[in-house]
């Protein structure tokens, strides 16, 4: 009887490590930067002259190592940021655009396991988190880039609260993300999906464990999308 239940109990432990080896290679896999999903409409901006707006959401978890290591986070000018965060900080500098974080009125954990369990609860039940921060003078802007994590293969829920508060329509919509694997899953789908009277370019997604050394592909991207600063000028 004891020698069936430590069989059956190394067969279990077997298990999960292969489950949990899997999920790791999966995050870590080494993917192009510059995803390509269907449904291309555009590859550059038409109309470069307006304002242009970097809209970002990022959690910085505290209790990850940097982000060359697989975390959600890392320094930069003595700042600590999230990955994504980094990310719209070199757009907005990049193309000369104004800066909006995306914030909830709920504040999320900042430690991994926690941040993750409460991710999934929202997916699972399809919530739309209210939002604290709201963009005031959006008339103002023809191209609004919208940044976030891939979260359980998704964009995170208040993604989908910011473009049920938003209509895009006549405007450029550029997405990127930053991930463990999945690139933006069916994200870009579901913005075209949810901003049809916009234009919504393919976008960028930027690995987690890349994303400390992303500035020269960031700007490259931003030259081939035609939205460089001193090109618009
Ligand atoms: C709740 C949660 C869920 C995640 N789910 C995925 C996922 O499904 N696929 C993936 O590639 N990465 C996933 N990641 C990794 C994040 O996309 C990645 O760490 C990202 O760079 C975090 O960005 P931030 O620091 O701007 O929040 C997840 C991370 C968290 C915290």
Known sequence: MKKRYFIGGTLAIALCVIVLYAFAANESADVPE?????????????????????????????DGVDASSGASRLVSDGKLQGNTEYVATVIGEATGGDLFEIKTVHTYPDTHKELIDAAKKESDEDVRPALATHIKNLDEYDVVFVGF???????????????????????????????????????????????????VLDGYAIARDRVAGSKDGILNWIGKIGMKKQERE
């Not at 269907?38 to 978890?61: C, I, M, N, R």
């Not at 208040?158 to 694997?181: A, N, Q, R, W």
Request: charged share 20%; hydrophobic share 30%.
């Open 34 to 62: 510059a995803d390509v999903t269907g449904q291309q409409t555009a590859t550059t901006v038409s109309h470069t002259g307006g304002k242009v707006l970097v809209a970002y959401f990022s959690v910085p978890e505290t």
């Open 149 to 199: 994590p891939n979260w359980w293969y998704d964009m995170p829920q208040p993604l989908y609260t910011f473009f049920d508060e938003y209509d895009f329509s006549g405007k450029t919509v550029v997405p990127f993300c930053t991930h463990g694997g999945s690139r933006f899953s069916d994200a870009v789908k579901t913005i075209r999906e949810m901003e049809q009277g916009a234009t």
